[in-house]
């Protein structure tokens, strides 16, 4: 199996199709970001590391045994026929059975796949990130432009109270009021400028870039008019499961690799013996070397090391297969739930949209009444409350709508 990061990136490239199409023609930077991340994230490249370590194991189990060398010296020469023995080479190599070290690289590369699902898995996970960072940032870049123009709207009516108090058709007391109100919608807009600070560092923190680079994101984002079609067949592909599925795999391979062990080894060696002539003997092969070819087998008799390892691979594979119908349960539940949550999104933001046109209506009555001089800045504030409560509500929901779909993409995608 070759490394080849281009190919791993290649396989997140529908995700990230698929998860663009809702934000309707405002996504370039958020799709700029998300390659970004890809590219730069430290967790992503510990992954593809793994991988490739992962990989390169397939040629360190493509090896043989070391080949035993071995040399004697005869203190005490014992004498053959042909001469006395001074000193004894060997040299002996093991191979194992047939098949055996094919066996070992499928068990590695099998091992490999399982790490190549942890590139799959954390890369959809960093695009679910840093999109929903992007969408809180949204959110709260989104807040705060409602409380500016809602503080402008209160200074419009602030300066209504002043000359009402002039002419005597308002206290005091209207004018603090407003004022205060003010006050409250200035701390919660500071407030929001803190954590738009602090989401914006951990957006840049995802992208492995300096926390204090601005994020530019999108001016409006609109409720979709209608929800794209979800396949939940799609679900079982997920690679959180296909990463059991390999896993599965690679214990059977341990099993070939177990099953391969618990034959037998030849090996073929070869002796080495300098023999010394004998003196005042003339005969053939006299101080003849000795040259003895060999022949071995390692026969593993006392097997129950392989039996054992036999059984723990079947009880293994019936653990990954809970395992992973326990994380089937899990992101089914999890798939459905989200599903839920974006059509309360959607129900919510709908019933926004009228309560906020009411409020909108309620304060042209308001404004009306003011030309007539009989204007309630009690009843100013109430709207105005009323307003504020619906734009942000409605915010949230829009919020909510593509957070759960950044979900859903990362579940079905």
């Known amino acids: 199996m070759k490394y080849n990061k281009n190919h791993i990136k290649h396989k997140v490239v529908l995700l990230l199709c698929s998860l663009f199409f809702v934000i309707q023609g405002n996504s370039q930077e958020l799709e700029t970001y998300i390659a970004t991340a890809l590219e730069n994230n430290p967790e992503i490249q510990k992954f593809e590391l793994q991988y490739a370590i992962a990989t390169e194991k397939v040629n360190e189990v493509n090896t043989l045994p070391n080949t035993d060398f071995s040399s004697g010296y005869f203190v005490s020469e014992p004498e053959t026929r042909t001469g006395a023995q001074r000193f004894k080479v060997s040299a002996k190599q093991m191979f194992p059975w047939f098949g055996t070290i094919t066996s070992r690289e499928n068990y590695v590369s099998a091992l490999a796949d399982t790490k190549y699902e ?41 300066t209504l109270a002043l000359t009402s108090v002039e002419v005597g058709k308002a206290s005091a007391v209207d004018v603090m009021r407003l004022q205060i109100r003010q006050n409250e919608m200035q701390q919660l807009l500071d407030i929001l400028i803190q954590q738009f600070l602090a989401e914006q560092t951990n957006f840049n923190k995802l992208l492995n870039r300096d926390k204090t680079i601005a994020v530019n994101v999108v001016n ?124 309360s999104a959607r129900i919510s933001y709908n019933t926004q949209v009228k309560n906020l046109k009411q409020a909108k209506d309620a304060e042209s009555i308001l404004v009306r009444s003011y030309e007539t001089g009989t204007i309630d800045f009690n009843d100013v504030l109430d709207i105005q409350e009323l307003q504020l409560k619906f734009q942000m509500n409605q915010i949230e929901s829009i919020k909510s709508y593509y957070l759960q779909t950044t979900i859903i993409n990362y579940l079905i995608q």
């Not at 960072?133 to 709260?140: C, K, P």
């Not at 070939?256 to 090996?267: H, R, T, W």
Request: proline share 4%; no cysteine; net charge negative.
């Open 118 to 158: 942890d590139i799959v898995i954390a890369k959809r996970k960093l695009v679910a990130s840093v999109s929903q960072s992007y969408y809180n940032l949204y959110a709260n870049k989104a807040k705060q432009e409602v409380l500016n123009e809602n503080i402008k709207l209160l200074d419009t009516y602030e």
């Open 220 to 343: 409006a984002l609109h409720m979709p008019s209608e929800d794209f079609e979800i396949n939940l067949e799609n679900l079982v592909l997920h690679p959180e499961l296909l990463k059991y599925d390999k896993l599965f795999a690679s214990v059977e391979k341990s099993e070939l690799v177990n099953q391969k062990e618990s034959n037998p080894m030849i090996g073929f060696g070869l002796d080495y013996i300098a023999i010394s002539e004998r003196p005042n003997m003339n005969f053939n092969d006299n101080g003849k070397d000795i040259v003895m070819p060999m022949v071995s087998v390692s026969i593993p008799i006392f097997n129950k090391k392989y039996k054992s390892q036999t059984k723990q691979n079947k009880l293994q594979q019936q653990e990954i297969e809970f395992q992973k119908q326990d994380r089937l349960n899990t992101l089914e539940t999890l798939l459905d739930k989200v599903i839920n949550d974006r059509k």
